[in-house]
């Protein structure tokens, strides 16, 4: 009987860690702006990030983005106005836009140049390494400083080879594949950030930091579009301003 037990013990923790899905919590916060005469106050946003088998899924407030790799699909919801876009992967950003917009966006270039420093840093109870980032925004250079890590529930290798460059695109609109190159000298997942610049004079400060990371089973139709929402041709440019503001 006691074997049985055990057994069975076995067997139901093994279903656990196979349903258990990677989940990372980050909190960011961008300083107030103020800038051709207009103020745009602090703000302080939250993600959840979902990173199953061939799937991610990135929630905000009011936006999930998921990246199914096994369907080759990407999907951008609205849950405000119930409405999502959808693309084929690899991702051309212009599938997502208007056409005079996807004209504009073949003239931006972002360019990202990725420098490991060396420096060794606790953030919790994980051991990361830091990198600089220099970031050019169409004419407009930004500094980085990031820390990655290794000790993650998950497969950051893999996430980083099927998901990061994917979720990258749908924040940076124009950024070349040599940049994807660039990223990928990062040899960890991301858990701590902040960047910094002057946009057209005014100082711009951005920093995020990973506050949990687990291993749990994930909601019921994290990585699917909800019953119910509306498939629309396009972003509109507030949608837009919003990805590129993540």
Request: proline share 4%; hydrophobic share 35%; aromatic share 8%.
């Amino acid at each position: 009987m006691k074997q049985v037990f055990a057994a069975l013990l076995l067997i139901l923790s093994a279903s656990t860690f196979a349903a258990a899905d990677g989940y990372v919590k980050t909190r960011s916060h961008t300083d107030p702006i103020s800038m051709m005469g207009q103020n745009q106050p602090a703000r302080d946003t939250v993600t959840e990030q979902w990173i199953g088998d061939g799937r991610v899924a990135t929630v905000t407030e009011d936006t999930t983005t998921i990246v199914d790799v096994e369907n080759k699909v990407l999907y951008i919801i609205n849950h405000r106005d119930k409405t999502y876009v959808s693309a084929n992967l690899p991702l051309d950003f212009s599938q997502l836009v208007p056409p005079q917009m996807a004209e504009m966006i073949q003239n931006m270039k972002v360019t990202f140049t990725v420098t490991p420093t060396g420096q060794k840093k606790t953030i919790g109870s994980r051991s990361c390494d830091g990198y600089d980032v220099d970031l050019n925004m169409v004419m407009m250079p930004m500094k980085m400083k990031m820390y990655a890590t290794s000790d993650v529930p998950f497969d950051y290798r893999n996430y980083m080879k099927n998901f990061y460059s994917t979720l990258v695109k749908t924040q940076m609109i124009g950024i070349d594949e040599a940049s994807i190159g660039e990223l990928g000298k990062i040899d960890g997942f991301v858990i701590s950030q902040e960047m910094t610049g002057d946009m057209m004079g005014a100082k711009i400060r951005q920093n995020s930091e990973v506050v949990e990371i687990a291993e749990k089973p994930a909601p019921a139709g994290i990585y699917s579009v909800p019953d119910g929402y509306t498939r629309k041709g396009t972003l509109t440019m507030e949608e837009l301003q919003s990805q590129q503001g993540r």
